[in-house]
C-alpha cells in the first residue's frame, strides 16, 4: 500500500515537473509559492530557489498589484472553486507575457481547503497581437466579464439556433443602490463590489448563459439552450435573488439589490439592439415600480416609451422659456393652527393643459439635465414671491440632486436672497437622503456654505431612505420633515408611532425641529402634538395654492 502510494506521488510529481509548456505550482491561501516546476522557470524565468516562498504577486503588473487584483483573483478562486482569465504577466527580467491563468482552491482528502494550483502558459506566440487586441475590445477590464460588444458576440454565435425555433432570452440588470455605496467606501471598494457582482452574475448564468458587464453599474446575462418562459423568469429572480445578498468588503457591507428587465429573442427583438431595446424598456418599468423586481418587456413599453419621449419633448420647452407655477403649502403651528410659512410645490401645466405630477417630472428633468435650470427658477420666484409677504412667514424650497452636486450653489443662494431682499433666516432649503449620498462630499459642503449664509436646512422624506445617523451627525440641518407614509400610518393602532416617537427623540439629541408632512385627519394631529411634534403640514391645514394676503394678515 505504501509502496503504491510512493509510486503515484512521484509520477505526479514527475508528470507536473517535466511539464515544459505549462507553469504549474501551488499556492499557499495567502499566495505565497510553495513548488515550481520546469514550465514555471521557462516562462517565468525564476529558478526554484529564487521564487518558492516568495508571494505571486510579483507576476502582476504594478497597477494590478496597486489595485489588488492578485488577492481578489485568489479570493475568487477559493469562493467559486475556479477562476480563469487572460492578461499580461511579467517574468524576472521584467518583459511582459500574454498568459492563460486557471486557478483551481485544493482540498485536502477532509475537504479542508489548503492552497491552490496554478496552471499558466505563456501565449505570446500563439496569439498575435490582434488576437490579445481583440480580447481586450471584447472583455471589461474590471470585471473581466464580456463588455457589450463581446456580449453580442456570444448572440451572434448562438443566434443562428433561432432560426430552428430557439430563444434567447436577455437579462438587463441594473444596480439599486451603487453609486452611494461608492461614494460612501470610495472607488477601490466600489471596484470590488462590481468584481463580487460580476461573479455572482458568472455562478448565476453557469452552464446556460454568459454574464457581461455593459458599463457603469449595468450588466446582463444572456441565456442561451432555448429557455422555457419559466427558466427565464427562474435564472431572473435568481439574479435579483444574488444582489440582494450584502456584499463583504473588508470591514464594509454594500446592501446593493438589482433591478432586472428581460427581453427574449425573436418576440422581442431578432437582434442585438432591438432587444437590449426593449430589455432597457422593461428595466425602465421595474425601476419605476419599485426597483429590486424583475419585469418581462410587452408591447405596451413601447406606448410608454413613446409617452417618455413626448414628455421629454415638451418638458425641455417648457424649461427654455420657465413655463412653471409654483403652489404654496402652509406649514402651521399644530397646537395654534397659525400659518408659520409656506412650501414651494412646482407646478407644469404642459401645452395641452394637462397637469404633470412633479412626482413624475422632475427625475426625468434631473435626467435630462435641466433641473439646476428648473431649481434656479423656483429658487428664485419663491424668494420674491415670499419677500412680499409679511416678514415672520418663512419660505421652504426643495433642492434637486444636481442642484446639490453643482458647484456654485451657496452664491447662488446669496446672489438671490440679496437681489430679492429676502432675509436668509426667512428661507429654508428641502434636501433628501438619496439626493445627499449621490456624493456625501461635496453635498455636505455646499450644504455648510449655504447654511454659512444663515438659510436653514430641511431634511425631507426622513424615514424612507437610509435614515442613517451619521448622516443627521454629518450634515448642517436644522429641521427634518417625518414623511407622510409615517404620518398615515398614525391612524392605525401598530407600531408606527413609534417610528415617528424615535424620529422626534433623534431631533430633540441632536437639537433640531421636527415637522410633520402629510397631515389629513384630527387624530394624526392628536398624537403628533401629543408628541411634541408642533410645526405640521398638510391637507388638514391647507393644500397647495397661491398664497392669499388674508392668509398672513389674519396671522400677522
Ligand atoms: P415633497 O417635497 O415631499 O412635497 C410634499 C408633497 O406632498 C406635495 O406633492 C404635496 O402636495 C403633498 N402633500 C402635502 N400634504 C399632503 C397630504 O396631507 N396628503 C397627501 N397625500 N399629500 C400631501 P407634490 O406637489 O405632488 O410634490 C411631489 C414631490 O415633487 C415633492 O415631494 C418633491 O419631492 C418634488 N418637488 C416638488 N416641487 C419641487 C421643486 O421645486 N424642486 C424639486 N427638486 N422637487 C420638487
Ligand atoms: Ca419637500
Ligand atoms: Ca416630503
Request: glycine letters at 8%; charged letters at 25%; one cysteine or more.
Amino acid at each position: 500500500m505504501a509502496k503504491k502510494s510512493i509510486t503515484s506521488e512521484l509520477m505526479y510529481r514527475l508528470l507536473v515537473q517535466s511539464v515544459k509548456d505549462y507553469a504549474i505550482y501551488l499556492l499557499a491561501e495567502d499566495g505565497t509559492v510553495l513548488n515550481w516546476n520546469a514550465g514555471a522557470q521557462r516562462a517565468k524565468g525564476y529558478k526554484a530557489e529564487e521564487i518558492v516562498g516568495k508571494n505571486y504577486e510579483c507576476f502582476y503588473s504594478k497597477k494590478d498589484r496597486e489595485q489588488g487584483v492578485p488577492r481578489r483573483n485568489l479570493e475568487l478562486a477559493r469562493r467559486y472553486g475556479h477562476f480563469a482569465t487572460e492578461g499580461w504577466r511579467y517574468r524576472q527580467d521584467g518583459t511582459a507575457f500574454w498568459a492563460s491563468v486557471a486557478l483551481d482552491a485544493i482540498h485536502d482528502e477532509d475537504g479542508d481547503f489548503i492552497g491552490f494550483a496554478k496552471v499558466t502558459r505563456d501565449l505570446t506566440d500563439q496569439r498575435s497581437s490582434e488576437q490579445r487586441f481583440r480580447f481586450q475590445a471584447l472583455h471589461d477590464g474590471l470585471t473581466g466579464l464580456p463588455n457589450r460588444v463581446g456580449l453580442g458576440e456570444h448572440f451572434e454565435i448562438q443566434f443562428p439556433q433561432i432560426t430552428y425555433g430557439s430563444r434567447i432570452a436577455l437579462h438587463y440588470v441594473d444596480l439599486d443602490r451603487f453609486k452611494p455605496v461608492n461614494d460612501m467606501f470610495g472607488h477601490l471598494v466600489g471596484d470590488e463590489v462590481l468584481c463580487e457582482v460580476a461573479r455572482r452574475l458568472e455562478t448565476v448564468a453557469g452552464l446556460h448563459g454568459v454574464a457581461g458587464r455593459l458599463g457603469g453599474d449595468e450588466f446582463a446575462i444572456l441565456q442561451f439552450n432555448s429557455p422555457s418562459q419559466s427558466d427565464i423568469a427562474a435564472m431572473a429572480n435568481d439574479i435579483v435573488a444574488a444582489m440582494n445578498r450584502p456584499i463583504e468588503i473588508g470591514a464594509h457591507t454594500a446592501n446593493i439589490g438589482a433591478s432586472v428587465g428581460v427581453a427574449i429573442a425573436p418576440q422581442d427583438g431578432d437582434e442585438i439592439p432591438a432587444l437590449y431595446r426593449s430589455a432597457d424598456q422593461a428595466l425602465y418599468r421595474a425601476k419605476s415600480e419599485g426597483r429590486n423586481c424583475v419585469r418581462f418587456y410587452d408591447m405596451s413599453m413601447n406606448e410608454v416609451a413613446l409617452a417618455r419621449s413626448l414628455l421629454e419633448l415638451k418638458l425641455r420647452h417648457a424649461a427654455s422659456t420657465c413655463d412653471f407655477q409654483l403652489a404654496y403649502q402652509p406649514l402651521v403651528d399644530g397646537r395654534s393652527q397659525e400659518i408659520l410659512g409656506y412650501e414651494a410645490l412646482l407646478r407644469w401645466v404642459d401645452q395641452t393643459g394637462v397637469s404633470v405630477s412633479p412626482a413624475e417630472f422632475v427625475p426625468v428633468a434631473e435626467k435630462l439635465g435641466l433641473m439646476p435650470q428648473i431649481g434656479e427658477w423656483v429658487l428664485r420666484t419663491a424668494c420674491r414671491d415670499a419677500a412680499a409677504w409679511a416678514p415672520h412667514l418663512t419660505i421652504a424650497v426643495n433642492l434637486s440632486a444636481t442642484q446639490l452636486r453643482g458647484e456654485g450653489l451657496a452664491d447662488l443662494v446669496g446672489s438671490i436672497l440679496a437681489s430679492t431682499g429676502l432675509a436668509a433666516h426667512r428661507l429654508e432649503l428641502e434636501i433628501t437622503e438619496t439626493a445627499i449620498l449621490e456624493d456625501l462630499e461635496s453635498a455636505s459642503g455646499t450644504l455648510r456654505s449655504v447654511r454659512d449664509l444663515g438659510v436653514g436646512i430641511a431634511l425631507d422624506d426622513f424615514g424612507t431612505g437610509f435614515s442613517s445617523l451619521a448622516l443627521v451627525r454629518a450634515l448642517p440641518l436644522t429641521r427634518i420633515k417625518i414623511d407622510r407614509s409615517f404620518v398615515a400610518d398614525l391612524d392605525g393602532e401598530d407600531g408606527c408611532a413609534a417610528v415617528v416617537q424615535s424620529v422626534i427623540a433623534l431631533c430633540r439629541g441632536y437639537n433640531l425641529t421636527a415637522v410633520a408632512e402629510g397631515i389629513e385627519t384630527e387624530r394624526q394631529r392628536e398624537v403628533l402634538l401629543a408628541s411634541d411634534c408642533l410645526i405640521h403640514q398638510g391637507f388638514l391645514y391647507g393644500r397647495p395654492g397661491p398664497v392669499e394676503i388674508e392668509d398672513f394678515q389674519r396671522t400677522a
